[in-house]
C-alpha cells in the first residue's frame, strides 16, 4: 500500500541553523501540507501546497519558513533560522481531491533545536 | 472559523470494557470529520471518517463513530478494548472550501489489565 515517507526521522539542529525536512507523498496525490505537534500538543496546520503555490497557510508559517516542490516527488520544508520553540514533531500529509480532504500522513521529522 | 473540542484529556479503561472518547465540533459550512490514533513516537493513522451518507461509520480495529449534526458531535466507540488500544486519539474536522485539517486536543486512551 502506498504510503508518505518523511526524512530525517530524527534531527538535531543549532539555534540559527536552517533546516530541510524532506517528504515524499503518495504519487498520485496533488495536495500536500505541513502540520506541527509541539510535544504534548495538538497537531497543528502550517501550510497546504497545490499546483505548485501556497494555498493557505496559518499564522505560524512566518518568513522563517518556506515550502518547495522541486521535483516531480518531493516535498520540502525549510526554516531558515531555527529557533527553540521551532522544536515539535513535523507532519507532511497528501491527498488526492479536495473534495473528501482524507489526508494521509507521513511518520514524521522529530526536529530538536538547540 | 471552525474548531474542535475533546473534553477528555485522560480517558483510563479496563481491557474488554466499552469505551467513548468524545468529540464536538463547531462550523459554518458543510464539514467531513475523521478519527486519527498515534501510538507512541509514531505517526497519525487514520482510523475512520464521515464525509457524507450514513450517519454511523465503521473504521479498522473494531471503532466505529457517529456523526450527530444536531449536537454537532462526532463521538468515538469501541465495544471491547485491548491493550493494544492504548494510544493518542484526535479528532479532526476537514471543509470542502478550506483543505486543512483542524484538529482536536487529542484524548489518552490507557487500557489496562
Known amino acids: 500500500e502506498p504510503e508518505v515517507t518523511q526524512t530525517p526521522s530524527h534531527q538535531v539542529t543549532q539555534m540559527g541553523q536552517e533546516v530541510i525536512l524532506r517528504c515524499v507523498p503518495i504519487?498520485?496525490?496533488?495536495?500536500f501540507y505541513w502540520y506541527r505537534q509541539i510535544l504534548g500538543q495538538k497537531v497543528e496546520f502550517l501550510v497546504s501546497f497545490y499546483n505548485n503555490e501556497i494555498s493557505e497557510k496559518s499564522e505560524i508559517f512566518d518568513d522563517q519558513f518556506s515550502v518547495e516542490r522541486p521535483d516531480g516527488s518531493n516535498f520540502t520544508l525549510k526554516i531558515r533560522s531555527t529557533k527553540l520553540e521551532d522544536s515539535a514533531m513535523y507532519f507532511c500529509?497528501?491527498?488526492?481531491?479536495?473534495?473528501?480532504?482524507?489526508?494521509?500522513f507521513g511518520p514524521g521529522t522529530r526536529l530538536t533545536v538547540l | 472559523a471552525q474548531s474542535v473540542t475533546q473534553l477528555d484529556s485522560q480517558v483510563p479503561v479496563f481491557e474488554e470494557a466499552p469505551v467513548e472518547l468524545r468529540c464536538n465540533y463547531s462550523s459554518s459550512v458543510s464539514v467531513y470529520l475523521f478519527w486519527y490514533v498515534q501510538y507512541p513516537n509514531q505517526g497519525l493513522q487514520l482510523l475512520l471518517k464521515?464525509?457524507?451518507?450514513?450517519?454511523l461509520v465503521k473504521g479498522i480495529n473494531g471503532f466505529e463513530a457517529e456523526f450527530n449534526k444536531s449536537q454537532t458531535s462526532f463521538h468515538l466507540r469501541k465495544p471491547s478494548v485491548h491493550i493494544s488500544d492504548t494510544a493518542e486519539y484526535f479528532c479532526a474536522l476537514g471543509t470542502g472550501t478550506a483543505s486543512k485539517l483542524t484538529f482536536g486536543t487529542g484524548t489518552r486512551l490507557q487500557v489496562t489489565l
Open positions: 500529509a497528501s491527498h488526492r481531491r479536495v473534495s473528501n480532504n482524507e489526508q494521509f
Open positions: 504519487s498520485n496525490h496533488l495536495y
Open positions: 464521515y464525509l457524507s451518507g450514513s450517519t
